[in-house]
């Protein structure tokens, strides 16, 4: 009976420590590549927008620990969170072209040995020009219009730094330079891959994530 009792208070303990561990986040890139994390209780994951379909299941999420708290750490100082075996990216302080990509979170996926990955709808200067001059002439509905018309073009970003001086952490999108840089460096081993890359004669439909995606993963990039 004794034996038993110990059996019971190992196995209770075990599942103990592995629920913690199934709870985390991190303040920075640098403590995410160094696999310094700190421990969180529970972490409930909501989706705002749920009639929007993206990869990877959307890149629009609300984090809560059920603690106010701590639930504002993560909103303003979290880098990134694990849920399980699910990482989300906190966009909040996010850039792409020195624009702010939005102040929620994204599912992410480890890339390479040091980087991060995430995706999001496709966001530079001359999309926000497009929507400023569309906002000037026919206003709301012109802006929104803009918005729809690039809500389909779902684009990688990934993330190979820390944050600036300001706090600010920059990304850069996957395109055309970015896949040949990675045949160079022989990130990208396989040529058979980059003509597969190649095989969509489309520029705009060659860096969507759909098409981009499978190619990584056949790379062994996605970690």
């Given at each position: 009976?004794?034996?038993l009792i110990i059996y019971v208070f190992a196995a209770l303990v075990s599942i103990t420590i592995s629920a913690q561990g199934r709870y985390k986040y991190c303040k920075s890139y640098e403590d995410f590549i160094d696999d310094h994390w700190e421990k969180l209780d529970t972490v409930y994951?909501?989706?705002?927008?749920?009639?929007?379909?993206?990869?990877?299941?959307?890149?629009?999420?609300?984090?809560?620990?059920?603690?106010?708290?701590?639930?504002?750490?993560?909103?303003?100082?979290?880098?990134?969170?694990?849920?399980?075996?699910?990482?989300?990216?906190?966009?909040?302080?996010?850039?792409?072209?020195?624009?702010?990509?939005?102040?929620?979170?994204?599912?992410?996926?480890?890339?390479?040995?040091?980087?991060?990955?995430?995706?999001?709808?496709?966001?530079?200067?001359?999309?926000?020009?497009?929507?400023?001059?569309?906002?000037?002439?026919?206003?709301?509905?012109?802006?929104?219009?803009?918005?729809?018309?690039?809500?389909?073009?779902?684009?990688?970003?990934?993330?190979?730094?820390?944050?600036?001086?300001?706090?600010?952490?920059?990304?850069?999108?996957?395109?055309?330079?970015?896949?040949?840089?990675?045949?160079?460096?022989?990130?990208?081993?396989?040529?058979?891959?980059?003509?597969?890359?190649?095989?969509?004669?489309?520029?705009?439909?060659?860096?969507?994530?759909?098409?981009?995606?499978?190619?990584?993963?056949?790379?062994?990039?996605?970690?």
């Amino acid at each position: 009976m004794k034996r038993l009792i110990i059996y019971v208070f190992a196995a209770l303990v075990s599942i103990t420590i592995s629920a913690q561990g199934r709870y985390k986040y991190c303040k920075s890139y640098e403590d995410f590549i160094d696999d310094h994390w700190e421990k969180l209780d529970t972490v409930y994951c909501k989706k705002n927008r749920r009639n929007q379909k993206f990869w990877w299941e959307g890149n629009d999420y609300n984090l809560t620990t059920g603690n106010k708290d701590l639930d504002n750490i993560l909103k303003k100082e979290a880098f990134i969170v694990m849920q399980a075996d699910t990482a989300f990216l906190n966009l909040h302080n996010i850039k792409h072209d020195k624009l702010s990509i939005c102040h929620a979170f994204t599912k992410a996926k480890r890339f390479n040995e040091h980087g991060l990955i995430f995706t999001h709808p496709i966001i530079n200067k001359k999309i926000l020009q497009e929507m400023t001059s569309a906002g000037f002439m026919l206003g709301t509905i012109g802006r929104l219009s803009v918005t729809a018309d690039n809500a389909d073009k779902i684009v990688c970003y990934v993330i190979s730094s820390g944050a600036d001086k300001k706090g600010n952490i920059d990304t850069r999108m996957i395109d055309d330079e970015m896949i040949d840089e990675m045949m160079d460096k022989n990130i990208i081993k396989d040529g058979k891959l980059y003509l597969e890359y190649l095989s969509e004669g489309k520029k705009v439909k060659r860096m969507l994530a759909p098409h981009i995606i499978p190619i990584l993963e056949k790379a062994g990039l996605l970690k």
